[in-house]
């Protein structure tokens, strides 16, 4: 069994900044993929980013530039800078974490961009 558990989330300003985190726990030998996921309210579920166990980052278009997402493979660790937030960056954000055949989702945190 893994669990995931994201943090950081909260509500900030307009250019503001925040940074999440997620880790992963459990019965893990080995993590593949780590990724962010958001879902604005009333809108689908879509990809932010991910990072492979070998250090590739791929980033969803639209991120790229305000996300950065990094990884500490010996803490089971992966985070999300998020840099210039808007207020259509407002979202619940999602942890995905790939091992074997299997993804685990945590019970993401909630981003508010507002003034």
């Known amino acids: 069994q893994v669990k995931v558990v994201e943090s950081g989330g909260g509500l900030v300003q307009p250019g503001g900044s925040l940074r999440l985190s997620c880790t992963a726990s459990?019965?893990?030998?080995?993590?593949?993929?780590m990724g962010w996921y958001r879902q604005a309210p009333g809108k689908e579920r879509e990809l932010v980013g991910f990072?492979?166990?070998?250090?590739?980052?791929h980033y969803a278009d639209s991120k790229k530039g305000r996300f950065t997402i990094s990884r500490d493979n010996v803490k089971n660790m992966v985070y999300l800078q998020m840099n210039s937030l808007k207020p259509v960056d407002t979202a619940v954000y999602y942890c995905?974490?790939?091992?074997?055949?299997?993804?685990?989702w945590g019970q993401g945190t909630q981003v508010t961009v507002s003034s």
């Open positions: 459990g019965s893990i030998f080995s993590i593949d993929a």
């Open positions: 995905n974490v790939s091992v074997g055949r299997f993804r685990y």
């Open positions: 990072i492979t166990s070998g250090g590739e980052i």
